[in-house]
C-alpha cells in the first residue's frame, strides 16, 4: 500500500462525494479504482499522478485544476493568443493557473466553451470515440427542404470525409438545431453549405450535459463540482489509447 499521499477519502471528500464515512462507503462498495485497480480503506493518492475512477467515471483530483464556462462572442478568436492581436478567450478568465480551451469555435461563431487545465478531461471531450455531444443553432439563408434535412442528418460528403449521422431538427424555416459529436474544423457550417444553406449566424449551446441560457456573451464563470462530475460521467466510456 502507497503510505505517501493524501488518503483517498478525504481527496473525494474534498471533490464533493459526501462525508468522509459517505466516501468510504463508496470505496467500500468497490465503486472506486486507483489506476486501474479497486481501491481499498486506507488508500492513500499522489493527487498530481495518480487516476482515480468513481463509477467508471475518471475523476480529475489534482487541487490545481480549474473549469471555466465561457459564452464566447463573435471576434473573440479561441487560442491561447493571437498573432493579428485579436482578443482571445484565454484573456477573459483568470491568468494563473493557465487554462486551454477545449476544441475550437471559430471567430465568427458564438457560444458554449469550455476551458480548463484537465488534460484527460480534455482529450476525452474532445476525442469523437466518447460521442460527446454538441448542440449548435444555426440560422441558414433559405428554407432547407425535407431532403435537405435527411442529408445533414444521415451524413455529408465534406474534402475530409462524411460527417456522422447529426441529430437535426427544424425549430423555425431558416433556424436549425443540429447536435453532432465530431469536431472538425467549421464543421456545422461546411455541412450546411454542401445543402446549399450556408449559415449565417451560429450558436453553440451546448456542450454535453452543460447549457447556460443565463451567461450572457463574453461573461463566463466556474463550473460547479455537479458539473463537472457531470462532464466526468459523460466521458465515462473506455478511452481506446489507456
Keep these: 500500500m502507497n503510505h505517501e499521499g493524501e488518503r483517498l477519502q478525504k481527496v473525494l471528500a474534498r471533490l464533493g462525494f459526501g462525508s468522509r464515512r459517505a466516501c468510504e462507503e463508496l470505496i467500500a462498495d468497490e465503486r472506486v479504482t486507483v489506476n486501474g485497480e479497486t481501491a481499498i480503506l ?38 491561447a493568443d493571437d498573432p493579428q492581436g485579436r482578443p482571445t478567450v484565454v484573456e477573459i478568465v483568470p491568468d494563473e493557473p493557465r487554462v486551454f480551451p477545449v476544441g475550437r469555435l471559430d471567430a465568427d461563431t458564438e457560444g458554449m466553451l469550455l476551458l480548463t487545465n484537465d488534460g484527460t478531461l480534455t482529450h476525452r471531450l474532445t476525442h469523437p470515440s466518447f460521442g460527446v455531444e454538441k448542440e449548435y443553432l444555426a440560422q441558414v439563408t433559405g428554407v432547407p427542404s425535407r431532403a435537405a434535412l435527411r442529408e445533414l442528418r444521415e451524413g455529408i460528403e465534406l474534402e475530409d470525409g462524411r460527417t456522422a449521422p447529426a441529430r437535426v431538427t427544424a425549430v423555425e424555416d431558416s433556424l436549425l438545431r443540429i447536435t453532432i459529436h465530431e ?6 457550417r461546411r455541412m450546411c453549405e454542401a445543402i446549399g444553406h450556408p449559415v449565417v449566424r451560429l450558436v453553440r449551446t451546448r456542450i454535453g450535459p452543460l ?22 460521467i459523460a466521458v465515462g466510456g473506455d478511452d481506446p489509447e489507456r
Design 211 to 232: 447549457v447556460d441560457r443565463r451567461l450572457r456573451p463574453g461573461e463566463w464563470r466556474v463550473l460547479t463540482r455537479d458539473e463537472v462530475r457531470s462532464l466526468e
Design 183 to 188: 469536431g472538425r474544423n467549421r464543421q456545422v
Design 42 to 79: 486506507g488508500r492513500r493518492v499522489d493527487v498530481e499522478n495518480d487516476e482515480v475512477e468513481v463509477d467508471g467515471a475518471i475523476v480529475g483530483i489534482r487541487p490545481d485544476l480549474v473549469y471555466y464556462l465561457l459564452n464566447k462572442a463573435t471576434g473573440v478568436i479561441t487560442t
